[in-house]
């Protein structure tokens, strides 16, 4: 028992070690972290070591689709004399896709903002869950490709809030007015409650 868990400490040392060597590597990409966390289920450890894969500059790939396919999240497209083999997704990103898919599930499960969920149950309908899943991380790469090549943070444009309960709606517009609010003060401006105007 004690050489298990001398060897369980070891371990343990070499884990923190390493730790802290990423976040020291980390430091100069604070920024793209912080813009790669503003979406629903990556987290800044994530993104770290979502940026360690892809890096940061994205002009390195032509387009969001070429990034998509490099990080295999892309169907194949084998298709030989009108006959169509298979179209599972390649074997590339055997780092990056597992990561991707893994935040791809906590983004469908948080239920503080339904973006993906509504997104994930639409497909799921059609293709089922790991197809809807892929589709999901596929989803949440090409937004990372924009929001790296604009170094804007995530804000989809595309809610449909028609579709969300009112109850939820509710919840999720005053989460939305708190962010906005504490991002307008960090500027320097001064908020005034609808009461007290």
Request: glycine fraction near 4%; include cysteine; charged fraction near 30%.
């Amino acid at each position: 028992m004690k050489v298990c868990r001398k060897h369980i400490d070891d371990i343990n040392e070499c884990i923190k070690s390493l730790d802290e060597k990423i976040s020291d590597l980390v430091k100069p990409y604070h920024k793209f972290i912080g813009l790669a966390a503003t979406i629903l289920g990556i987290t800044e450890k994530s993104a770290a070591y979502i940026i360690a894969e892809i890096g940061v500059d994205m002009s390195v790939f032509k387009s969001s689709k070429r990034l998509c396919s490099w990080a295999g999240v892309t169907p194949q497209n084998n298709e030989s004399a009108g006959k169509k083999r298979s179209v599972h997704i390649s074997r590339a990103g055997v780092y990056l896709k597992p990561l991707l898919v893994q935040c791809a599930n906590a983004a469908i499960k948080d239920k503080k903002n339904p973006y993906f969920k509504y997104k994930y149950d639409r497909i799921k309908k059609r293709r089922g869950h790991k197809r809807a899943v892929i589709a999901i991380a596929r989803m949440m790469l090409t937004c990372l490709y924009h929001m790296f090549s604009k170094q804007e943070a995530f804000n989809p444009a595309d809610t449909d809030y028609a579709a969300i309960p009112e109850e939820m709606y509710e919840k999720f517009q005053e989460q939305y007015d708190k962010k906005a609010i504490k991002q307008l003060e960090k500027r320097g401006y001064t908020i005034i409650p609808p009461e007290v105007a």
